[in-house]
């Protein structure tokens, strides 16, 4: 029973440590900077799409050519794919390495299938010649998916970056800051989408 109590204490310790180590950590301030000024990209790309599908409904809604559970099956890939990066940092915490393989792992595998499936939408509608040159609401929506579909993609490749890392033994304190910088990019692209799937796909559909 000490050494449990022990032993709690000691990890209580650690991952308080680390969590200073985050908080002291001047990268981390410069993420979040990044983290903001990408914000006001979106939000421009967003008030661009809203100004120009005020006086006109996107053609994509009016001929119903977005299947709601097609893309409902797309945020349910990437909202579980930082579930599953969340569930991989308490195991690095307590360096379970097997355990944060596997959840990694898991992470890549939905957030390229919600990519796959994200862009093959994307070339889906662009076969209907509603593509980015048809009028302003298009244009504005499928820039705003393809941002979107970037940032993705980008975060998967260093998703991988960082787990080859990881395993070739370059494991520090410094590279749990970079993951935890990472988490909080990826976690911030689950709320664009979340944006992007309530204001843009359902208030489509309700037009």
């Known amino acids: 029973m000490y050494i449990n109590n022990f032993n709690i204490k000691n990890d209580i310790k650690h991952v308080k440590d680390i969590f200073k180590k985050i908080v002291d950590s001047n ?16 939000s421009v790309f967003f008030s661009v799409y809203f100004v120009m599908s005020s006086n006109n409904t996107l053609e994509v809604f009016k001929n119903n050519l977005i299947n709601i559970y097609y893309v409902l099956l797309e945020t349910s ?16 915490k307590y360096r ?7 959840f990694i792992m898991l992470t890549i595998f939905l957030g390229f299938s919600f990519i796959f499936m994200e ?19 298009c244009s504005s929506f499928f820039s705003l998916l393809t941002l979107h579909a970037c940032h993705i993609l980008f975060g998967l490749l260093w998703i991988i970056f960082m787990l ?7 494991f520090s304190d410094g590279i749990y800051v970079q993951f935890f910088c990472l988490g909080l990019f990826w976690h911030f692209l689950d709320i664009i989408w979340m944006f992007i799937f309530n204001f843009i796909y359902l208030f489509g559909f309700i037009k």
């Open 77 to 92: 890939f990437l909202l579980c794919s930082s579930l599953s990066y969340s569930i991989s940092m308490i195991f690095l």
């Open 164 to 170: 080859i890392k990881f395993n070739l033994g370059f």
């Open 27 to 42: 990268v981390v301030f410069g993420f979040l900077i990044y983290l903001m000024s990408d914000c006001i990209l979106f």
């Open 119 to 137: 862009i093959k939408e994307l070339i889906n509608l662009s076969k209907t010649s509603l593509f980015l040159y048809k009028n302003g609401v």
């Open 96 to 102: 379970k390495d097997i355990y944060f393989n596997i």
